[in-house]
């Protein structure tokens, strides 16, 4: 239904469009000179007339309807059912929409919630009539408007333009608006959460097992929530993987800028760059069905007892789809040390390895360090290779040939499946959303301003 | 190399220079030498990475191109079919297809008696059979009341042994297939009536839980519209808001605040979107759960950063004498911007584009966070039908442990990857084409 309307109003304001270019010149007398702007500006005065004001009233409609449709219906209901204590209340809300939309209920209809969704079919209909009604009229009115208003000393151009301007600001906003968004939703939960579970206990218990009860009497039916554990197996893992990323990466990073024949750097860089662009979750199937049966064999051949979910099989992957990211940014930082620091060095007579490291490294060491820090932030953030090959048992341990857990894990595991909104068990995954996302934030502010300084340096 | 001996010191002035630099100048060769190798180490090290994991994922997925198919001999019985004979099509479709199925299989090996070795014998072929003939009939009534010689689809534990990922000389209860099925197959096999053919039902499938009714078209399709709807909305955004900050913003501590967002928010981890689009979309605004839609507004959220940068990059590289030669000629600022500017940065942004719609492909984490992890049969047919994408529907696969889903879960990494290949291919022709050098 939506689609139509916004396909009608498409078509209105394009005929907006006409009619006010027709009209511009009709009120020039054929003499386009005597107008202000030129005539397809007129036309996108009238466009806009008809198009933006139907728009936000739509808009605004569509967020309201559904909810005052839901409050008419509930405060039609007899007594008995309005009553209801909030919560039983929005289960047969619920089940009222799902029996409107023709879906399966939970339960058997009774005549009352029977009358209840007539009426609230009835509203739908009458309310999407209205709103055809409303949209398709203030579109026309706005033509008409933007009609009677088109003389020639009408500033046209101006006019849309303050409105593209708009716009533009409006749409350079998003940015913010989601930054708010994610830091809102996710501290709104975590405090939720840390009304129910102390902070402290949060940050600092060993103990991590979020299962909830069922019955009151069941057996660890409190859930423990320290999420020291996470920590240390996101830390594991990621440690493991930055062990491989780290001298690979910067190693061939090195290799291509200082070494390598033009030729052999324009196949071999887009080559490893391939690794970025491989699906996480490519990897994580790899991850899980090659490498960690094959360092289960390896290790059980060598007499070590190794996990089938193993640290090692995560971390191993995981670095090396992080190469790619070490190696363009050191790349990069590598490049933008100047040619005359080598010359200088060359001209002592030291050789190409001792002017790479006595010169270059140094120099080049602070965004390097910094490049590290995005790698590390990307890698503790990475999702897919660590839920598809690392386990689920929160262990505390530095052993990697035992299986440990993740942040990124675990918030997995308790927001996919069953699941209620008040439950500290969902809403903890929140307050590991806030952890992830503040460590991140913050690695990434000090990467970025690591690199932005080394760069000031040497321009 | 500056570490001069303490008996070698007094010596120094009478020894030339030459002779010092000479005496340690092998030792640094060697470490130069040593140095140079382990940069190719490292970068070989990287592309047998990248090597064995293209390997790997083809050696296991092409099989599942091709899949099993047996030959039967079916009679269209009318009693069972059409038991009243009125050709009534609700009684045709409702008609019991798996019996012509079984008393195929028993035409073909009539010596097989007793319960479990008739069940034994029907678990060979899927059941998807009796579908499938139920459709040939609905196609064509002329059928009813014929015999003929049907290929049909054969069970996933069949496929396997057939494309020998089965040991046969593992004991009867270790290994999916017992042996008088094995015997079965090889009589088959021998009167050439099991064959490969492309599997179509790969692509034209919806998820299932048996193996070889499983296809990929649900996943695409769900793929296809949350990638739409992620495009619609961040390709006009990220455009609108390069040439806001790269023309029209002035430089202030809001400006300022906006660019310090965009390069935080594309480092953030993508979960963290998800999380997002839990809280924010489904919880907030009411949207439902497993909807391409949600999953398109919270991928357009993680795009924007990348369509951003890359589309500033694009508007920095068109020079500024453009922009003064249409101010010149009288042009106002949006024009300048809309006839001269952004036509010459367009190739450049849609390349940006490009590059991030194909990372938006392959994510998944996000799009968990808000439900596209359901079990889903059908095939999406709107934005808020539940679907889910291709990259989760790998993670589901990859989760199952008959060999035949790791067959398939391989083919649509395949698939995937294709589509990838596909995408920045389009992208570098794109910017070797159209990109200028002032």
Redesign the interface.
């Known amino acids: 239904m939506l689609t139509y309307l916004l396909l009608t109003l498409a078509l209105l304001s394009a005929a907006g469009y006409y009619l006010g270019r027709h009209r511009a010149f009709a009120v020039a007398n054929g003499q386009l000179r005597n107008l202000h702007s030129l005539p397809g500006f007129y036309g996108s005065y009238t466009a806009l007339w008809c198009g933006l004001p139907a728009l936000i009233v739509l808009a605004i409609w569509m967020v309201l309807q559904?909810g005052m449709i839901v409050d008419w219906v509930v405060a039609g209901m007899p007594p008995e059912l309005r009553d209801l204590p909030p919560d039983r209340l929005n289960l047969m809300v619920n089940d009222l929409k799902n029996l409107v939309s023709g879906n399966i209920v939970s339960s058997t209809p009774n005549a009352a919630i029977l009358e209840a969704a007539n009426h609230y079919r009835n509203l739908q209909t009458i309310g999407n009539a209205a709103l055809w009604v409303v949209v398709l009229t203030l579109s026309m009115a706005g033509i008409a408007i933007g009609w009677r208003k088109i003389s020639p000393t009408l500033r046209a151009?101006n006019r849309v333009?303050q409105v593209?301007?708009v716009?533009?600001?409006a749409?350079?906003?998003?940015?913010?608006f989601?930054?708010i968004?994610?830091v809102l939703?996710?501290l709104?939960?975590s405090i939720r959460f840390f009304q129910k579970v102390p902070i402290s206990e949060f940050l600092f218990g060993l103990q991590w097992s979020p299962q909830t009860a069922l019955r009151a009497d069941q057996i660890g039916s409190s859930g423990a929530f320290g999420a020291v554990p996470l920590f240390t197996g996101t830390l594991l893992i990621s440690g493991i993987a930055m062990l491989v990323a780290v001298?690979?990466?910067?190693?061939?990073a090195?290799?291509?800028s200082e070494?390598a024949t033009p030729r052999f750097r324009a196949t071999?860089k887009p080559?490893?760059e391939?690794?970025a662009?491989?699906?996480?979750?490519?990897?994580?199937?790899?991850a899980?069905?090659?490498v960690a049966p094959l360092i289960r064999d390896l290790g059980s051949a060598l007499g070590f007892q190794v996990a089938s979910e193993s640290a090692m099989a995560a971390g191993l992957v995981m670095g090396?789809m992080i190469?790619?990211f070490v190696?363009s940014l050191s790349d990069d930082v590598i490049n933008a040390v100047p040619q005359s620091m080598r010359d200088g060095s060359y001209a002592l007579?030291a050789?190409?390895?001792?002017t790479?490291?006595r010169v270059l490294l140094p120099a080049a060491l602070p965004g390097i360090v910094g490049s590290i820090l995005?790698a590390v932030?990307?890698a503790?953030?990475?999702?897919?290779i660590v839920?598809?090959a690392a386990g689920l048992s929160a262990n505390l341990t530095a052993n990697p040939l035992a299986a440990v857990t993740t942040v990124?894990v675990q918030?997995?595991t308790l927001?996919?499946g069953d699941q209620e909104?008040d439950s500290a068990k969902t809403l903890a995954?929140?307050a590991l959303?806030l952890m992830?996302?503040t460590v991140?934030?913050i690695l990434?502010?000090i990467a970025?301003q690591v690199v932005r300084k080394y760069r000031e340096q040497y321009e | 190399?500056n570490k001069p001996s303490d008996s070698a010191a007094p010596d120094f002035r009478n020894r030339d220079i030459k002779t010092i630099?000479n005496a340690g100048l092998k030792r640094?060769?060697a470490?130069?030498r040593?140095?140079?190798w382990?940069?190719?180490?490292?970068?070989s090290?990287?592309?047998a990475?990248?090597a064995l994991?293209f390997g790997?994922?083809i050696s296991k997925g092409y099989p599942a191109f091709w899949q099993t198919y047996v030959q039967l001999p079916i009679r269209f019985d009318p009693t069972v079919i059409d038991p009243e004979g009125h050709h009534d099509p609700k009684a045709i479709e409702s008609a019991d297809y798996a019996a012509l199925v079984r008393a195929g299989l028993r035409d073909l090996f009539p010596a097989v008696q007793g319960r479990t070795e008739l069940r034994a014998l029907y678990d060979l072929v899927s059941s998807d059979a009796a579908y499938e003939l139920r459709s040939r009939v609905i196609a064509n009534p002329a059928l009813i009341g014929t015999s003929q010689e049907v290929w049909l689809l054969a069970s996933a534990t069949v496929d396997t042994l057939v494309k020998g990922n089965i040991d046969r000389t593992l004991d009867e209860t270790e290994r999916p297939i017992k042996d008088n099925q094995v015997g079965w197959i090889d009589k088959l096999q021998a009167s050439g009536k099991i064959e490969k053919q492309f599997n179509t039902i790969l692509f034209t499938g919806g998820d299932s839980r048996e193996p070889e009714q499983a296809g990929i078209r649900g996943a695409l399709m769900g793929s296809f519209y949350t990638l739409l709807i992620t495009f619609l909305l961040s390709f006009?955004?990220g455009v609108?808001?390069a040439?806001?900050?790269e023309e029209?913003?002035p430089k202030n501590r809001w400006t300022d605040?906006?660019e310090v967002?965009?390069?935080?928010?594309a480092?953030?981890?993508?979960?963290?979107?998800g999380?997002?689009g839990?809280?924010?979309f489904i919880?907030?605004f009411?949207l439902p759960r497993s909807a391409p839609l949600v999953g398109g507004l919270v991928l357009s959220?993680m795009t924007?950063?990348v369509i951003?940068i890359a589309g500033r990059a694009a508007l920095t590289s068109v020079p500024p004498s453009i922009r003064e030669a249409a101010l010149g000629m009288g042009a106002?600022?949006?024009q300048m911007v809309g006839h001269h500017v952004l036509p010459l940065a367009m190739p450049g942004m849609l390349t940006g584009a490009i590059i991030g719609m194909?990372?938006a492909?392959?994510?998944?984490?996000p799009l968990?966070?808000i439900?596209m992890?359901a079990f889903i049969v059908d095939v999406p047919k709107g934005l808020m039908d539940p679907a889910t994408v291709l990259?989760?529907q790998?993670?589901l696969w990859?989760?199952l442990p008959e060999r035949a889903f790791?067959e398939r879960?391989?083919a649509a990494?395949m698939v995937?990857?294709a589509f990838?290949v596909l995408m920045?291919g389009l992208a570098i022709i794109l910017r070797k084409r159209f990109e200028r050098r002032w």
């Open positions: 559904p151009r333009e593209v301007n716009l533009l600001i749409s350079s906003t998003i940015a913010i989601t930054t968004g994610i939703s996710v709104f939960e001298p690979i990466g910067l190693m061939s090195l290799y291509l070494y071999a080559a490893l391939v690794l662009g491989i699906p996480t979750v490519v990897y994580g199937f790899f899980a069905l090659t090396i190469i790619p190696s007579g050789t190409k390895s001792e790479i490291k995005l932030s990307r503790i953030g990475e999702t897919m839920v598809m990124t918030i997995v927001l996919t909104f995954a929140f959303g992830l996302f991140t934030l990434n502010i970025l | 190399m630099v640094r060769h470490a130069e040593r140095f140079r382990y940069g190719l180490i490292a970068i090290l990287g592309l990475f990248v994991m790997n994922i006009p955004m609108a808001t040439v806001y900050l029209f913003a605040l906006i967002n965009i390069n935080n928010l480092a953030v981890p993508s979960i963290v979107f999380l997002l839990l809280a924010v919880n907030f009411g959220l924007l950063p951003i106002s600022k949006l194909a990372r492909l392959g994510e998944s984490a968990l966070m439900g992890v990259p989760v790998i993670y990859a989760d790791v879960t391989s990494i995937l990857l990838m920045n």
